[in-house]
């Protein structure tokens, strides 16, 4: 004995995919769908231009790239841009701001960093701590 025939299905049209924009809102004067981008793939190069405020911009492209791509390094682009840029400070800079800056102390006078660092060795060595009971109940007093 046979299995039954399934009644056979029309095949269903695939989804469509929507094209991607090529036409994108400006980053400079905020107009919406100003922009518009052209891809020349066999120069290699992909630009921007503003319809209202005619801000330009180009970038090299490979074969898979698209318009979105063009834009997403624009705005990578400008955010660099407007990026502030910390100088560096040299390894000299930094020791004498370090040294030049003045710190509380625990009783709540302001000293200098070397203070403090003496102060440090001398906790870690044992001065000025408490050796006995007694001497915790006399700073009491």
């Given at each position: 004995m046979g299995k039954r025939k399934k009644a056979a299905r029309k095949p269903q049209g695939g989804k469509r995919?929507?094209?991607?924009?090529?036409?994108?809102?400006?980053?400079f004067c905020n107009h919406e769908d100003s922009v518009?981008?052209?891809?020349?793939?066999?120069?290699?190069?992909?630009?921007?231009?503003?319809?209202?405020?005619?801000?330009?911009?180009?970038?090299?492209?490979?074969?898979l790239s698209h318009a979105v791509d063009v834009y997403s390094e624009w705005v990578d682009a400008c955010d660099e841009v407007a990026k502030p840029k910390s100088r560096p400070i040299s390894s000299k800079?930094?020791?004498s701001q370090r040294q030049s800056q003045t710190y509380p102390s625990a009783s709540g006078a302001?000293?200098?960093?070397?203070?403090?660092e003496d102060?440090?060795?001398d906790m870690r060595i044992g001065?000025?701590?408490?050796?006995?009971?007694?001497d915790y109940d006399d700073d009491d007093e």
């Amino acid at each position: 004995m046979g299995k039954r025939k399934k009644a056979a299905r029309k095949p269903q049209g695939g989804k469509r995919k929507e094209p991607l924009s090529t036409t994108f809102n400006c980053l400079f004067c905020n107009h919406e769908d100003s922009v518009t981008c052209k891809l020349d793939k066999k120069a290699g190069i992909g630009q921007l231009q503003c319809k209202i405020c005619g801000q330009q911009f180009q970038s090299n492209i490979n074969y898979l790239s698209h318009a979105v791509d063009v834009y997403s390094e624009w705005v990578d682009a400008c955010d660099e841009v407007a990026k502030p840029k910390s100088r560096p400070i040299s390894s000299k800079q930094n020791e004498s701001q370090r040294q030049s800056q003045t710190y509380p102390s625990a009783s709540g006078a302001v000293s200098d960093l070397e203070d403090d660092e003496d102060d440090e060795e001398d906790m870690r060595i044992g001065q000025n701590r408490p050796t006995t009971i007694d001497d915790y109940d006399d700073d009491d007093e």
